[in-house]
């Protein structure tokens, strides 16, 4: 049986995720594995899943979609 998560639920990223960053300067963002973020939304009944990762620890955040199988629980 897969592993159920939840909203708020604070999961580990199991592989590197790159993505645009900030649009106006062209930087892409990286979160790397092992990275902790947070679960906003749970989507299809756990088929996907947006997850907050804090990457500077001053307030900046980057969001992503991710399957079940890129997330694993941080704990």
Known sequence: MARRFKEFEVVRLLERQEGP???????VCVV???ET???LN???DGAAFEVDFDLNRSGGSH?????P???EPAA
């Open 37 to 39: 973020g947070t679960i």
């Open 63 to 67: 969001i992503i979609t991710l399957r």
């Open 32 to 34: 790397p594995a092992g």
């Open 42 to 44: 749970v989507f299809e």
């Open 21 to 27: 960053g900030n649009y106006s300067l062209g930087e």
């Open 69 to 71: 199988d890129q997330i």
